[in-house]
């Protein structure tokens, strides 16, 4: 064991890359921050227990100064932020002085586009900035990549992914696995996507398409999403007709949260009722929060489904993979802690061995070919490929 580790927040997400880096990553040491230190300490001995080490400990630290952030860092080969997205930028930026690789879970592209911009003092640090990974954006994308490869003119991409309960429960049919904001923030103003070559905006809520997936999930509904392809319409712009991605519901959610946006709920601009003000979207959490957060352990389900459209062998042909990950009950990890906490350990790790460039490696660029699949099959993922071709007139 050689490499040592950071991961910043020590909570579901956070604790699950601690596992998994302690696990595959190499690791001499595993540096587990967070705000609270008993929740630090508490994480650093479920992975602790569960693998049988002592590689993971527990420590407080506050991300917002950079005095202290600095010097932890230091020595560390990679780095994990697993906080809120509005701290990512001054990570990164205090990553870069300590010379760690640093990867994170995102939530906003426009800080993802800002700590990008970094990419050239990140080379000149000898490090890696890899922004926005986790299960969407992170391996969605990934997928969506790999399908491409398995054609030889790839023109047209679809992404479809999504958290779900295994035994979803009226009227909700949903349950909440990560944070509330994060949630109406996928579900507010517009998505990024490629039509006709260019990336375009699309609004959130819109487009939405039914699919049909093995029992027991059956039909489901798709929807348009924002932050699900990260910068990804900007990498392939001009090399991809059409690129997109939505986000999979049980039947009727949509129809439910698009009644919430319309009452104005998603709304963060102070609004004031017979003398009393409040913030719409607090009141939304305050009221419907309570009733979608599961008491665990949840049973969770995450499916992902990418499809490439295009050319192989002059005709036209489509590579289709999908991928199912359930609620771990060895561990207690649930389904999505899983993908979003190992795909940026992933990335982590791949930086620490000296495996990716130097400098800023957007998501989309950073996971791919045979490294993809090494990776995926470490960690017993298993993808389900099918490969179409249309039949060539006479």
């Known amino acids: ?51 049988q080490t002592q590689t993971v400990q527990g420590k407080a630290l506050n991300v917002e100064h950079p005095s202290v952030l600095v010097p932890a860092l230091k020595g560390v080969h990679s780095t994990i932020s697993a906080v809120p997205y509005m701290f990512n930028l001054q990570i990164t930026e205090a990553a870069i002085e300590a010379r760690s690789n640093i990867c994170d879970l995102g939530g906003h592209t426009e800080t993802v586009r800002q700590q990008l911009a970094l990419g050239d003092k990140a080379k000149a640090a000898g490090i890696t ?33 999504g958290g779900l309960p295994q035994n979803p429960q009226q009227p909700w049919n949903y349950d909440l696995t990560f944070n509330f904001n994060g949630l109406i923030n996928e579900y507010y103003g517009d998505a990024w996507f490629i039509r006709g070559g260019q990336p375009t905006p ?48 049980y039947p009727g959610h949509w129809d439910q949260f698009k009644a919430f946006q319309s009452l104005g709920l998603f709304d963060l601009e102070r609004t004031i009722i017979n003398g009393n003000s409040f913030v719409p979207r607090e009141l939304l959490k305050a009221m419907l929060a309570p009733r979608i957060t599961p008491e665990p352990p949840v049973y969770d389900v995450c499916l992902i489904r990418a499809q490439a459209t295009g050319r192989l062998n002059g005709s036209h042909s489509s590579c289709t993979l999908d991928f199912l990950e359930t609620y771990d009950i060895k561990t ?10 190992w795909h940026a350990s992933i990335i982590a790790i791949i930086a620490a061995q000296d495996k990716l460039p130097k400098g800023a490696v957007p998501v989309e660029l950073a996971l791919r070919g045979k490294m993809f699949d090494q990776e995926i099959t470490r960690r017993g ?14």
């Open 381 to 394: 993922w298993e993808l389900k490929r099918e490969i179409f071709t249309s039949p060539v007139s006479p």
């Open 129 to 161: 900035i890899t922004p926005d990974c986790g299960m969407g954006p992170g391996l969605n994308i990934n997928m969506g990549i790999r399908a491409m490869d398995y054609l030889d003119e790839p023109e047209d991409v679809y992404i479809w992914d």
């Open 1 to 51: 064991m050689s490499l040592i580790y950071a991961v910043l927040g020590a909570g579901r997400q956070g604790v699950a890359a601690a596992y998994d880096l302690a696990r595959l990553g190499d690791a001499k040491e595993i540096r587990l921050f967070d705000l609270d230190a008993e929740a630090a300490m508490q994480g650093a001995e479920k992975v602790n227990k569960l693998l």
């Open 332 to 341: 207690g990890f649930t389904a999505m802690e899983q993908i979003t906490g």
């Open 202 to 249: 699309v609004p959130c809520l819109t487009e939405i398409e039914t699919l049909d997936f093995p029992q027991p999930f059956g039909f489901l509904e798709a929807a348009v999403t924002s932050g699900g392809l990260s910068t990804a319409p900007w990498s392939f712009k001009d090399k991809l007709r059409r690129l997109e991605n939505k986000t999979l519901r």
